[in-house]
């Protein structure tokens, strides 16, 4: 870039200011006039959404949509740089992994702009390979280094929620209920991964056929194979789905035969009882010529035949195959 383009980068708040060496690492903006600049820039900090509503070096759309709320994958070609809209995962504290973040980039073969509302894992990963020296060379290598991060991150994340699964149905052989929402947290996440992960891999599959000028061929089939293994875990996400309706449907099984085993003991109860709550109701009327009201062994007598009557009772219940 020429001097005045980079004296335009200053005073960004940028969270994310280099350029690329050439050789997989970094130096100061300025460094080297034929390598392309990166800004990742914070659009919640007054002077990066000062800077991007004031820049010459974007148009006006990018600018909008860079500092904008969009948030679903998407992309567009702006005359020489793309824009594109892409959702990572959430590893952010206090935050469910599923709450995806956003991440904004303009690229072009001198300049790539990236902004963020809340941090990125995918974009920390980038930058610590540039620290090692062994991260991207220009535009085309830092996209997909960015696509590969993603990628990383969400099939992590995919894999994480199959152990979940997993645990779950091995809960269920044990006949074990899992706690009250557990399941449908699990379908949710797996619902929103598939949600916004199919248009993202249809973003990389196509960044990886567009013919864009500062993209190299090799960096074109990385996009693409990028692009396979998203589509792969978004086939393990079907199953998931599946494997989840098909757990929901047992712990309601579970549910309902515990409540059928439960109700069914309480009615072989009430007939075990039954005739003796009857002898004890009859006698227990303030009548006269009650038997054995006279006696003195005559209660003794009346409850030895209540636990007669109670073992035969269930002697006829557990005859009849009842208990």
Known sequence: MQENEISMLANTGAVIACQLDGKGGMAPLGAHSASPCWLHLDSNQPNSARWLNETGLLPDSVRAALAGESARPRVARLGDGTLITLRSINYNDDARPDQLVAMRVFVTDRLIVSTRRRKVAAIDAVMQDLKEGNGPTDSSSWLVSIAEALTDDTSEFIDELHEKIIDLEDALLEQQIPPRGALALIRKQLIVLRRYMTPQRDIFSRLSGEKLAWMHDDDRRRMQEIAERLGRGLD????????????????????????????????????????????????????????????????AVFCLMLILLIGGVAWWLRRSKWL
């Open 236 to 299: 393990d996400l079907d199953a998931s789905i599946a494997r989840t309706a098909v757990i929901a449907d047992e712990i309601t099984s579970l549910m309902t035969d515990a409540m059928n085993r439960r109700t069914y003991t309480m009615s072989m109860l009430a007939m075990l009882f039954l005739p003796t709550t009857f002898l004890t109701g009859l006698f227990g009327v303030n009548l006269g010529g009650i038997p054995g009201a006279g006696s003195a062994l005559g209660f």
